[in-house]
């Protein structure tokens, strides 16, 4: 069973850092592009970064360009968002979610397993 578990959200203050982890579990995540997704109270979810499985190329949202950075770790099925320079805008729920394809938009519709999510709150 293909299972996605995320972790390392809480509290920061702003200009502060988190890395957020995505554990998988049922399936090589090599074989899958990963997102990282979020939604802030009252707004859509939004692609926050992907990353490809067939290059390993990488997606970031606008505002997050310099700050985020996400990465993949194969040997322990895992994918990284680490986020520094957090700002109070950032404050949501994260997920991550993975797709067994390639070449596709870095949106939650592309995507068609997810974890349960973990909040990040940034305080000003």
């Known amino acids: 069973q293909l299972q996605l578990v995320e972790s390392g959200g809480g509290l920061v203050q702003s200009g502060g850092s988190l890395r957020l982890s995505c554990a998988a579990s049922?399936?090589?995540?090599?074989?899958?592009?990963i997102g990282w997704f979020r939604q802030a109270p009252g707004k859509e979810r939004e692609g926050v970064s992907c990353i490809s499985r067939r290059d390993g190329s990488t997606y970031y949202l606008d505002s997050v360009k310099g700050r985020f950075t996400i990465s993949r770790d194969n040997a322990k099925n895992t994918v990284y968002l680490q986020m520094n320079s957090l700002k109070p805008e950032d404050t949501a729920v994260y997920y991550c979610a993975a797709v067994m394809a390639a070449g596709i938009p870095c949106g939650p519709r592309s995507m068609n397993s997810w974890g349960k999510g973990t909040l990040v709150t940034v305080s000003s």
């Open positions: 049922g399936f090589t995540l090599d074989y899958f592009t």
